[in-house]
């Protein structure tokens, strides 16, 4: 239980980074801002939402059963399409099992369709392996109601 929720932990943090148009950037320019909320529910119950709705910032909640946790992250472009998010606040709501350190940093890249977008690479500086294992994978843009 707690290697999934590190993984979901990681999920949050680097999933949902979506980019605003499906452009590739080139080799030496940095990708286009993140935009919109995406989600992914795996099958062993974890829904991880990334929220792109805030210049520069990443908002991922992770959440099991009733248990939350909700990473807000300054999220910084890369060169070649990679993202980093270095975390500045966390909450664990009803005693999520995992908490990640203040120091919590992950990088991602993305391939972003018209309604989806597939986070590859992630690497994190805590609980990588099973973090890589939740995170990665397609995302749903999360339709308004």
């Given at each position: 239980m707690a290697r999934l929720l590190s993984a979901l932990v990681a999920v949050l943090l680097v999933?949902?980074?979506?980019?605003?148009?499906?452009?590739?950037?080139?080799?030496?320019k940095k990708a286009d801002a993140p935009t919109g909320?995406?989600?992914k529910k795996t099958d062993e119950g974890l829904t991880l939402q990334?929220?792109?709705?805030?210049?520069?910032?990443l908002v991922t909640t992770v959440t099991v059963e009733d248990k939350k946790l909700v990473i807000t992250s300054k999220l910084t472009a890369g060169k070649d399409g990679k993202w980093t998010a270095k975390a500045t606040k966390v909450e664990n709501k009803n005693d999520f099992p995992v908490t990640p350190k203040d120091d919590y940093e992950f990088s991602f890249k993305l391939k972003v369709e018209k309604d989806a977008v597939t986070v590859s690479a992630f690497e994190a500086n805590e609980n990588q392996e099973e973090a890589r294992t939740a995170v990665e994978g397609e995302y749903k843009k999360k339709e308004d109601k």
């Open positions: 999933g949902g980074w979506a980019v605003a148009e499906d452009k590739k950037p080139a080799d030496d909320v995406w989600v990334l929220d792109f709705t805030k210049k520069d910032v």
